[in-house]
């Protein structure tokens, strides 16, 4: 089946040590997000790809950077982690425009703890 | 940007319709209404999505009155399965604003 996959599901950091999180889809879609979510919370969105265009929200902090080699792929790197980085991190992609008109597929989630 | 609300929770039983309202009092013009479903420890689910008066698919109806200021997911006769946080997202056509309201966490009693 096509799908969104995270990895890894858990990832365990120490504060301060950079880390990233992979994404990867079946899908084909053209536009990949990152959102971040805490607990209890919404999800939030960081940043996401249209094709290979970069588009930050503009509350995302510098901590907080993403690359996309191709189409299949898109990383989240987190710079120095704090305490307040630790949340599920979801990945999502859609096809078209990067718009509210578009369905979102949702990955799993890699849920991240800093220690 | 569109302020999105919710409510917090909402209690039902097996069997009954339940609605949930979303608010978005500043939603822009070309803002899409979209409704997903997330358990626990998985991402969020598309549930169906509108722009205005009703759209019905196999599982939800959304409710759009003409002023677009808020929306109504309706599902019907619910089961303990459907028992999640049920997500209203409104977005722009242009990109980058996308906004999930707070949640509404259902919870559905035998």
């Known amino acids: 089946d096509a799908m969104v996959i995270q990895n890894p599901r858990y990832q365990v950091t120490q504060f301060g040590k950079p880390v990233t999180l992979s994404c990867s889809q079946t899908?084909?879609?053209?536009?990949m997000y990152w959102y971040q979510q805490k607990s209890s919370q919404a999800p939030k969105l960081l940043f996401h790809y249209y094709d290979k265009d970069f588009n930050n929200e503009a509350d995302t902090p510098d901590n907080f950077q993403s690359r996309r080699p191709n189409t299949s792929f898109c990383f989240l790197d987190i710079r120095s982690p704090g305490l307040g980085d630790a949340a599920m991190y979801l990945c999502a992609t859609s096809r078209g425009g990067a718009g509210g008109n578009n369905e979102q597929f949702f990955g799993p989630g890699t849920r991240l703890t800093v220690l | 940007l569109a302020k999105i609300t919710q409510p917090i929770s909402m209690d039902s039983y097996e069997g009954q319709e339940v609605n949930i309202t979303c608010s978005h009092n500043n939603i822009a013009t070309n803002d899409y209404i979209t409704w997903y479903q997330q358990f626990p420890s998985q991402g969020p689910r598309f549930i169906i999505q509108?722009?205005?008066t009703k759209v019905t698919n196999e599982v939800a109806s959304l409710f759009i009155p003409a002023d677009r200021k808020s929306s109504t997911l309706s599902l019907p006769r619910v089961s303990l399965s459907d028992t999640a946080v049920y997500y209203c997202?409104?977005?722009?056509?242009?990109?980058?604003?996308?906004?999930f309201g707070g949640g509404t966490r259902l919870m559905v009693k035998p």
């Open positions: 509108g722009y205005k």
């Open positions: 997202l409104v977005g722009s056509g242009a990109g980058n604003m996308l906004t």
């Open positions: 899908l084909n879609h053209n536009v």
